[in-house]
């Protein structure tokens, strides 16, 4: 049986990551200090799957006990999701940011290397690529993140790429994901902000259950077909199978590669509305505000390269993202506070 660590695996994406691993096989040991997280999603992993996985909780920057959990397991792979990945805090607070998430995954690949485990996922962002003018955005655009989370993971991106250079024997795969969103079809798990939502899908979620008034649309007036912002949502469970596939792929290659996961597809600020209206039954109010600072017009991926290379696609639409994250809303109004 092929044996993972999973850091973060508490969160938003890891806890799905959790679900397809089990179902595919792998044995699961997660590491989260559960920062932004709740112990119950993994409660939830293991009653989707019926199968057990082992829990540490821990930080990712504790060195000792980081060595410990390498002697006391034999990992073949490591996925990496631990990090902090709000762009307003890290504005606010760089040094957390650059420390959890730089240093954080400093200690992970000196603490793989000790151990001789040599292959890792690592949860990269679209935020890499900044601003853009052409879309859809491949792999070859120039990367100009415009904020400390994005420069964190694009820091990481680099010193994995050395790494990669200076040993042979590294097998790393760098993901770019352009906007999860949605939960597991069961509605066990799914995006459970601490405060109110940052994003555009929980904060509209949020709006449609009744938790919060009216969602604010950041800007009309941009250069797209009804003037709001388009993005490439991509199904959480897309997206984590697009790291089976990198998994899988690792093992037919050492090196360093580097992979967008996103739909290919842009969609606008009101045809997600639209499409979570019918989703849910309800109205979403609305209001149209001021552009917020930083945001770009359009953002979307031009997947080609890991439909070629990883042999993955995203195949749920946005009709079936609103779905699935409403079905979570509605059995978890307050999110893992809801029992
Ligand atoms: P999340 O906050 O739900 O999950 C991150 C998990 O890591 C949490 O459970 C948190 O408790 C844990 N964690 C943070 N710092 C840690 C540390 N030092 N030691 C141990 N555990 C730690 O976030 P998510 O949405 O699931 O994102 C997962 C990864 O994907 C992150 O690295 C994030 O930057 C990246 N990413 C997310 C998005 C997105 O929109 N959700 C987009 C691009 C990239
Ligand atoms: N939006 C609103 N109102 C809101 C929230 C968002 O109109 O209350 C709009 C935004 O202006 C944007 C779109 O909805 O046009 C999507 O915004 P999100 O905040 O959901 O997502 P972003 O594309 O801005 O950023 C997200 C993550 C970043 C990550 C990036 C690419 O927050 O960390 O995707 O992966 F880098």
Redesign the pocket.
């Known amino acids: 049986m092929t044996e993972v660590l999973v850091?973060?695996g508490?969160?938003?994406?890891?806890s799905h990551m959790c679900v397809e691993l089990l179902q595919a096989g792998y044995d699961v040991v997660v590491?989260?200090?559960?920062?932004?997280?709740s112990a119950r999603s993994l409660q939830a992993v293991q009653r989707i799957t019926q199968k057990p996985l082992s829990f540490v909780e821990?930080?990712?920057?504790d060195e000792e006990r980081l060595a410990a959990l390498f002697r006391s397991h034999r990992f073949d792979a490591v996925l990496h999701?631990?990090?902090?990945?709000a762009v307003a805090e890290s504005v606010a607070e760089p040094l957390r940011y650059y420390d959890?998430n730089v240093n954080?995954t400093l200690r992970l690949v000196e603490a793989m290397s000790s151990a001789g485990v040599k292959t890792l996922v690592f949860?990269?962002?679209a935020?890499v690529y900044g601003t853009q003018e052409r879309v859809p955005i491949d792999e070859s655009a120039g990367t100009a993140p415009t904020n400390p989370y994005g420069r964190t993971?694009l820091q990481v991106e680099q010193l994995l790429h050395d790494l990669g250079d200076a040993d042979a024997q590294w097998r790393i795969s760098l993901l770019r994901?352009f906007?999860?969103v949605g939960a597991h079809p069961s509605g066990e798990i799914g995006e459970d902000p601490n405060d109110i939502p940052n994003?555009l899908m929980p904060y509209i979620a949020q709006v449609a259950i009744g938790r919060l008034p009216c969602l604010r649309v950041f800007g009309d007036d941009y250069a797209t077909a009804d003037g709001t912002g388009v993005r490439d949502y991509i199904h959480v469970v897309d997206l984590v199978n697009g790291h089976l596939r990198a998994l899988d792929y690792l093992q037919a290659n050492t090196g360093v590669a580097v992979h967008n996961l996103g739909s290919g597809r842009g969609h606008s600020v009101l045809e997600v509305i639209a499409a979570f209206e019918r989703a849910s039954g309800r109205p979403i109010a609305h209001e149209v505000v001021a552009r917020r600072p930083g945001d770009v017009a359009r953002s979307f991926a031009d997947p080609g390269k890991a439909n070629r290379e990883l042999n993955w696609t995203a195949t749920h639409d946005l009709e079936r993202i609103c779905q699935d994250a409403w079905k979570w809303q509605t059995r978890h109004p307050d999110g893992y506070r809801t029992a």
């Open positions: 850091t973060g508490a969160g938003y994406i890891g590491a989260d200090n559960l920062s932004n997280s821990m930080d990712i920057r999701f631990a990090g902090l990945k959890n954080g949860s990269s962002s935020t993971k994901y906007n999860p994003n």
